[in-house]
């Protein structure tokens, strides 16, 4: 509670990545803000929920989430190398060499004494010298982050969730493969770091779809591993 309270005069700005003359209150004006390169605090702070307190956060909720991010980070770089930027790659280069086979088999049909050459695997973006593997990186989506007091409770949260300090994120997935790859790297990430994490949880609403809940505190984290929590 001490903590909320404390929103009330903070200003965010001081401990935001990039400047911002934004002060609490203003929640809209803080949505771009940075909390690391790829994830912002409008998004870590987004909700359906109708309530009349913003849903802002307080500079140790800010912290939270900024650690948080940093996790977050390592999951979209392992993420899009292991199942996206590669994977593309090797697909397209697929797609080339069976059209130059198919040209080339075509080819053979009128020159019967031609030899059939292996072509040389140059993917178009290598030809053309460009390295934009950023623009074909796939996003990892929040679908809720940090929640005020009244914000988890309109939309049913615990009163110990780790939701409510900024330490958990629910990570959108498209389906369970995702979701276990997600959950996977996750994991790997802790293993490699020696990192704890606090909660890394597959959630379920009653409707019957599901994200993955990862939560880290600053301290004590207890590394709890559940595969389903309605
Ligand atoms: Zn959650």
Redo the contacts with the bound molecule.
């Keep these: 509670m001490a903590q909320v309270e404390l929103n009330k005069q903070a200003h965010l700005s001081e401990h935001l990545t990039t400047s911002s003359v934004a002060t609490l209150g203003h929640s809209s004006e803080l949505d771009g803000s940075r909390l690391s390169p790829h994830f912002t605090l409008g998004e870590l702070c987004k909700t359906s929920a109708k309530t009349q307190d913003g849903n802002i956060p307080s500079h140790v909720h800010i912290e939270n989430l900024k650690r948080l991010c940093g996790w977050l980070e390592m999951l979209r770089k392992r993420y899009n190398e292991r199942y996206v930027v590669n994977r593309r790659d090797v697909s397209t280069t697929l797609d080339m060499t069976k059209g130059v086979l198919s040209s080339r088999l075509s080819a053979l049909e009128h020159h019967p004494f031609c030899h059939l050459e292996r072509s040389r695997e140059i993917s178009p973006r290598a030809a053309l010298g460009r390295d934009d593997n950023e623009d074909r990186e796939e996003p990892i989506i929040i679908n809720?982050g940090y929640r005020s007091p009244e914000v988890n409770k309109a939309v049913g949260g615990v009163a110990t969730?780790n939701?409510l300090t900024g330490c958990?994120a629910?990570i959108r997935v498209s389906g369970i493969e995702q979701l276990i790859r997600y959950a996977t790297i996750l994991l790997d990430i802790s293993d490699e770091s020696q990192e704890d994490f606090d909660e890394l949880l597959i959630?379920r609403s009653p409707k019957g779809s599901y994200w993955l809940?990862f939560a880290v505190r600053p301290s004590g984290n207890r590394r709890k591993v559940r595969l389903i929590q309605t």
């Design positions: 809720s969730s939701h958990a629910d959630e809940h």
